[in-house]
């Protein structure tokens, strides 16, 4: 009966605790870092990055029930039990290309599926060539990691003239049958986040 009054009671509290709540998560995060760094600072274990906000904690065997899923629940969920093992520090683009290769693994080999991902990257690689103007790379750090790149609306999604929703193929699709606009870029899964 009272729902209105609870809402607007749990977005004012928000609203006055913001900040605070914000340094109590931003230390737990940085104190669960710098527990399953191999560094007395935040790393990345596979490529060294050290800037904080492209370092994620990554499920080393994939992701256990009930831990939180990731952001702040998994820093409480690992906090509250203790540090448990399983967990490690990756940047964006190595946690990415570790979720990439691990779909690797579960793709299927039917030869029709096989078909289709080939032309699929194919076309990938048409569209992100042209947006790097040569070999695909990040239009921001110039990686030329394919798996790790991505197509960035300049000037955000909601802005797209494109039907809302498409992403992967249809996107890629959709850009080369309008021929190649000029409100894309190539960008890495770090310098999308970051942006």
């Known amino acids: ?4 009054y609870y809402l607007e009671r749990q977005l004012q509290y928000n609203k006055d ?14 104190f669960v870092l710098l527990h399953y760094s191999l560094e ?12 904080m906000g492209f370092l994620e904690i990554d499920h080393i065997k994939g992701v256990i029930e009930n831990d939180g899923r ?12 203790n540090f448990p093992e399983n967990y490690q520090v990756l940047c964006t683009n190595c946690n990415w290309l570790k979720h990439r290769e691990n779909q690797k693994l579960t793709l299927s080999m039917t030869k029709e599926n096989i078909r289709c991902r080939t032309k699929n990257l194919k076309l990938k690689e048409e569209v ?11 239009n921001c750090c110039g990686i030329d990691t394919l798996d790790i790149l991505s197509l960035d609306h300049i000037y955000g999604r909601k802005n797209a003239k494109h ?6 193929h249809e996107l890629y699709t959709w850009v080369r049958q309008n021929k190649f606009p000029s409100d894309f870029q190539v960008l890495c899964m770090m310098c999308n986040s970051a942006k």
């Open 1 to 4: 009966d009272n729902r209105e």
């Open 17 to 30: 605790n913001y900040k605070k709540n914000y340094k109590i998560r931003f230390a737990d995060r940085m």
């Open 40 to 51: 007395p600072y935040p790393i990345c274990v596979k490529c060294g990055e050290k800037e």
């Open 70 to 81: 990731g952001g702040p629940a998994l820093v409480k969920y690992i906090i509250d039990n």
């Open 128 to 138: 992100f060539s042209h947006y790097s103007k040569g070999l695909p790379e990040c």
């Open 163 to 168: 039907k809302k929703g498409i992403g992967g």
